[in-house]
């Protein structure tokens, strides 16, 4: 190895940890944003879409689960029926409403963001991935729009 490799190895090799300690330090991790999961509807498909949503909600990291009071936080809302007339049981038509809500609000709180989809009895865990992508893109939205009531959602 010629001198000049050499060198440069041992400058990364003393910068490359400093700088990865730096990194860690610069931002501390973000605690998961509490949410409330509801659904309302009486269909088949709906009720195995909010049960995949659950799951996916269990397996992101960014958010946790938690009880219908206590902490601010935020609600999802899937409102689901059968999609199919003609040949029930195999869709539902899904109305998805993420809320800010906290014990002093009136009401049911904060409309964040809200959207339909149709979703097939065989791509209910697609359609859930979609439905948490939509919160965590509402997450987003709030910390850059509202950091007031972000931060609410961070506190212990």
């Not at 060198?7 to 990865?20: F, G, H, K």
């Not at 049960?51 to 269990?58: D, F, H, M, R, T």
């Amino acid at each position: 190895m010629r001198l000049h490799s050499r060198c440069i190895l041992a400058v990364l090799c003393t910068v490359l940890p400093w700088l990865s300690l730096q990194a860690a330090e610069a931002e501390p991790p973000v605690p998961p944003v509490p949410v409330v999961l509801r659904h309302a509807g009486t269909d088949p498909v709906g009720f195995v879409l909010a049960g995949s949503v659950s799951q996916a909600l269990g397996s992101t990291p960014e958010v946790t689960q938690v009880s219908e009071t206590g902490v601010p936080r935020l609600v999802l809302i899937v409102a689901t029926v059968d999609g199919s007339v003609e040949d029930p049981g195999k869709q539902t038509a899904a109305s998805i409403n993420v809320l800010y809500d906290a014990d002093t609000l009136p009401l049911n709180g904060y409309l964040i963001t809200g959207l339909v989809q149709v979703c097939g009895i065989t791509r209910t865990e697609a359609c859930a991935q979609e439905i948490v992508a939509t919160l965590l893109a509402a997450v987003a939205r709030l910390r850059t729009s509202h950091p007031e009531l972000a931060a609410t959602l961070l506190s212990p």
